[in-house]
């Protein structure tokens, strides 16, 4: 049976300079009873719990010293203890992986349900700061403490990408509990971290801006005629860019003088119906047909679009406009013309009505115009004064 020194409460000055011996030692805590630091011949320190439940001795590995801190270790320990001695420990997996090895797996078993963009996303924020973060790291030793702690730094850096690299984080946790790789008891070790505020990035064009806009594609209509459709038909449907270069013909429904629709087979998110006014349908009747299917030609990417868009929005005075400002002009017209937030959101292809609640606050000036026409009514059913009393 391994021998048992008895120490002052534990310090990591003490655990560093453990000397291994020729057999494994454990340090006692005097500080919190039953947890220690085991120290092998090998060199590894590794924090335990050891306790005896029901007549039979139990002992739980929590981390390895120095990737757990003695002040985590301290704290899951007690916790740790507590769960065992209430009977609500639940057995842990026989080998819990490695954050590295598990986002490997996890990549596999998901790639194919996610489109190219989100894969490649996937990629970039693992490789650039999860990994780095996370990756020699076991799963069950991810605690809050240390996700709170890289979330902070991450984001005084770039918020932005720290928002979008925790939720790939929160996602894969949460998974890892659903495949058994961690208990369905493990804690929420992103429970109660809050995103940071997202910077308003949104552009909408006024009417003089459409105007301004209309008039420079007119200028270039001769030189660049696919582009100059490709924008009119962003700005006159709301799709994003990636919808209108790949369509094809055999997507198109009928056209007719009242407009039209386009079963798009895939996009963002999923399959949907892109419908179109009767200026879009016009439009897109008026464009030559190619031998492959294709309504725009291949050779229009969505590089070479954006770059034409820079040269026409500076034309039009509009600047640092992104093409997919289009998009939330379509739909902020809409809202601002008494089209309902539910029905912009249908044909924007939202998947969630959050999404689309960004322009809410637009809808301000149609709502007072209905809550005047309603009391209007009300009104004048009842007869009331038409001057209030003095």
């Not at 029901?54 to 985590?72: H, Y």
């Amino acid at each position: 049976m391994p021998r048992r020194f008895i120490t002052p409460p534990l310090t990591r000055r003490a655990i560093a300079g453990a000397r291994p011996k020729a057999s494994e030692y454990t340090l006692w805590d005097s500080a919190l009873a039953h947890f220690g630091v085991r120290v092998h011949p090998s060199g590894v320190r590794a924090f335990i719990v050891q306790t005896r439940v029901r007549g039979r001795m139990r002992k739980l590995t929590l981390g390895r010293f120095p990737d757990m801190s003695l002040a985590d270790a301290r704290t899951e320990a007690a916790t740790t203890l507590a769960r065992i001695w209430s009977g609500k420990l639940q057995a842990r997996p026989a080998r819990i992986p490695r954050f590295a090895e598990f986002a490997v797996r996890y990549r596999e078993r998901r790639k194919a349900r996610w489109k190219p963009a989100t894969l490649k996303t996937y990629d970039t924020y693992l490789r650039a700061r999860l990994l780095p973060a996370f990756g020699r790291l076991r799963l069950d030793r991810i605690s809050h403490a240390r996700i709170a702690a890289w979330f902070d730094a991450a984001s005084a850096e770039r918020p932005g990408a720290a928002n979008r690299a925790f939720e790939i984080l929160r996602a894969m946790l949460r998974t890892a509990r659903e495949w058994g790789d961690l208990a369905r008891d493990h804690p929420d070790a992103c429970a109660h971290l809050v995103l940071n505020p997202k910077r308003p990035v949104a552009r909408y064009l006024s009417r003089d801006e459409f105007r301004r806009l209309g008039a420079a594609l007119e200028q270039r209509q001769a030189e660049h005629p696919w582009p100059v459709a490709a924008v009119r038909l962003l700005t006159l449907t709301g799709a994003r860019v990636s919808e209108i270069l790949q369509l094809r013909r055999d997507a198109v429904l009928d056209l007719d003088p009242d407009g039209g629709a386009i079963r798009l087979a895939d996009s963002k998110t999923g399959p949907r119906t892109l419908w179109l006014g009767a200026e879009a349908a016009r439009l897109l009747a008026a464009l030559p047909a190619h031998d492959d299917g294709r309504v725009f030609p291949r050779d229009l990417t969505a590089a070479r679009l954006s770059a034409f868009w820079v040269q026409v929005r500076e034309a039009a005075g509009l600047h640092g406009t992104r093409l997919h400002d289009a998009r939330h002009s379509y739909a902020s017209q809409g809202v601002m013309h008494g089209v309902g937030l539910t029905t912009v959101g249908h044909l924007l292809g939202h998947r969630r009505p959050t999404t689309t609640a960004i322009y809410a606050h637009l809808d301000d000036a149609t709502l007072l115009a209905a809550a005047a026409r309603t009391a209007d009514v009300i009104a004048r059913a009842m007869r009331y004064p038409p001057v209030p009393p003095s």
